[in-house]
């Protein structure tokens, strides 16, 4: 909400000059494309960072958004949408590293970003900015649940139609956390993998703008701005460890990303960070290859109650993989029932509320600790991607229930005593 929108605001300062293919190098027009005609690897943004200009300085005196990384970004004007995305907290942990038996646990907390309370904000805002530069007037996607409240709530705001593609059976948050935004909803009776699959079909045929699909090069490259922050909010500095949640592995890999660039343009000086990945065991085909040293994916059909995590056949699954390998970082799943534990450890300890799939990551943070494979002082950020809002549905029945009282002194006093004798026994339960 920070720049009058003009159709002349075009620079010539844009940084990004292709687009190439992951697997064979081949390279193609900036278009709406994300499969490489020769090898069918996928499509990367690539980019000339000899054109940057771009200092420690004057990146904090841009706007307090991911838009202050907008010469890393694959935007050509500064005709970009800006709805406040980026700059979550970044908050040193206290009660949890204690918790865990860590001395330098942060926490970079995308349960708050904006609009929509998930980090798909960030992939969102970079996409449908790209989408109106391409021309688009109806942007799209296939969504686990979180994608399709971003991708409705920042076309409302830029203007544009939209028609968003989820499985049926997604929480009430999620639905609902769409629907508000009045765009046109498809609830597919299928699971993600089906959802994408028609989605790549209506893509070939509608011309329309999917974020996640043919705009995948630019709506991925957005998830750079998890790696850029923690850097910037570390003081300019790399973490030693990073923890962070698994779908289709994009993320994962553009963090990593992310800290190279700031190394290779100088903003941060390069050292070694460890990247350990998180999945639930519903839903586990990169933990699963990790685990048996495969470089292929094997799909697996989800099951799990961390749905924005359920995607079954990741398409950047090796790509996670192998900066797990090169950076000695792990991959490890958890079960539903840590995952709702993970939830509640998170909540109770930082006060923060998270969704299923920061329930994960913390859990497999805790599994990892607890394995030995995080060092007590590695500096260690582990980033909680959504909001617990989303998923009530989840935890309901596993955390206590209020006290129903009278509007009369006694009937307080009573259930106050009840409620300390609650404690007590949890507290027998615990010490048996
Ligand atoms: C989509 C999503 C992820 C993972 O995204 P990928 O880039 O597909 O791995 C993590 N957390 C939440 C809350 C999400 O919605
Ligand atoms: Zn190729």
Known sequence: MTQVITKQAQTTNATFTALK????????????????????GPLEVKYDFSRLSVTRESIQAGPNSIWRYRQFLPVATDNY???????????????????????????????????????????????????????????????????????????AYAGLDCCVFIPADLEAGKI??????????????????????????????????????NLRPYYSE???????????????????????????????TKIYKGFNEFVAAGLVEGKPVR??????????????AFKEKRDFIKPVKPNTIAKSLAIGNPADGIYAIDIANKTNGNIESVTDAEIIEGIKLLAETEGIFTETAGGTTVAVLKKLVEAGKIDPDE??????????????????????????????????????????????????????
């Open 21 to 40: 293919c992951k697997e064979c190098g081949a390279e193609y027009e900036l278009e709406a494309k994300h499969v490489c005609e020769l090898c069918f």
């Open 176 to 213: 609902l956390g769409s629907l508000v935004y009045s765009p046109t909803l498809m609830a597919v009776e299928g699971n993600y993998d089906q959802v994408n699959r028609l989605c790549s079909e209506v893509a070939n045929t509608h011309g329309w703008g999917f974020v996640n699909i």
């Open 222 to 252: 957005g998830s750079k701005t998890l790696g850029y922050e923690v850097a910037e909010q570390l003081g300019w500095e790399l973490p030693d460890h990073i923890v962070a949640p698994l779908a289709s592995g994009s993320l994962f």
């Open 81 to 155: 949408i800006d709805v406040g995305t980026g700059m979550t907290p970044l908050v040193k942990s206290q009660r949890l590293a204690r918790r865990l038996g860590l001395k330098n646990l942060y926490i970079k907390n995308d349960a708050v970003n904006m609009p929509t309370l998930s980090f798909k904000d960030r992939v969102v805002s970079v996409a449908l900015s790209r989408a109106r530069e391409l021309g688009f007037t109806t942007v799209s996607c296939a969504s686990t649940g979180n994608l399709a409240n971003s991708t409705a709530a920042i076309a």
């Open 379 to 432: 500096k260690t950020v582990v980033y909680i991607t959504g909001n617990g809002l989303k998923t009530q549905e989840a935890i309901q029945g596993y955390i206590s229930e209020p006290f129903t009282i009278e509007a009369k002194l006694d009937s307080f006093e009573q259930a106050l005593e009840r409620s300390r004798t609650l404690d007590r026994l949890e507290w027998q339960q615990v010490i048996v």
């Open 275 to 288: 990247f350990s990945g998180a999945q639930a065991e519903g839903c586990s085909p990169i933990v699963e």
